[in-house]
């Protein structure tokens, strides 16, 4: 389990890409668990409204990722590379969601608590680089193209569906 976690930080990290994983259903559904874990505690520190709202604004969120890489795998004919792939995203995703939580704790919650201060700011927009980075990172070696590409298609992904979601939630 450990050995598969590191995987998961070394493609966070530009390492590995997702061929270093095994195309695994089961490890699949662990990575989606382990993600729904880190998610939920996510909505508790810092809800976005009620929780509910905020876990349905999560759910959605997930279920655009699995479309996402089902979407761009087959228009670039390799569906075959999806369980790792996607496997590859949720545990991307399970690494920098971890590092989100200590920023998280830190936040204001009500506006009478003030204010992110300009380090929270920075350190939440690096974040956000850092996981549509890692998105293309991901997609670059799933699809077989150049990093440019990717990181349209990722940057495309993220800021759709950000404004998507604002919209519904």
């Known amino acids: 389990m450990s050995a598969i976690f590191f995987r998961f930080i070394e493609i966070a990290l530009f390492r590995k890409g997702p061929q270093d994983l095994p195309a695994s259903g089961f490890l699949l559904g662990l990575a989606l668990a382990l993600y729904a874990v880190v998610?939920?505690?996510?909505?508790?520190?810092?809800?976005?409204?009620?929780?509910?709202?905020?876990?349905?604004?999560?759910?959605a969120s997930v279920v655009s990722e699995f479309l996402l890489v089902w979407v761009v795998l087959l228009a670039f004919n390799m569906g075959q590379r999806f369980l790792q792939t996607m496997t590859a995203v949720l545990g991307v995703d399970i690494v920098i969601g971890l590092a989100f939580i200590p920023l998280l704790a830190s936040l204001p919650l009500t506006p009478d608590q003030g204010q992110a201060s300009g380090f929270q700011?920075?350190?939440?927009?690096?974040?956000?680089a850092w996981a549509v980075m890692a998105l293309a990172w991901i997609l670059r070696h799933a699809i077989n193209v150049s990093l440019l590409t990717s990181a349209a298609i990722s940057l495309s992904y993220?800021?759709?569906?950000?404004?998507?979601?604002?919209?519904?939630?």
């Open 158 to 169: 993220y800021i759709s569906v950000n404004w998507l979601l604002a919209q519904l939630f």
């Open 39 to 59: 998610l939920t505690i996510s909505v508790f520190m810092f809800p976005v409204g009620d929780i509910s709202r905020s876990a349905a604004r999560s759910l």
């Open 121 to 128: 700011t920075l350190v939440y927009l690096g974040l956000m």
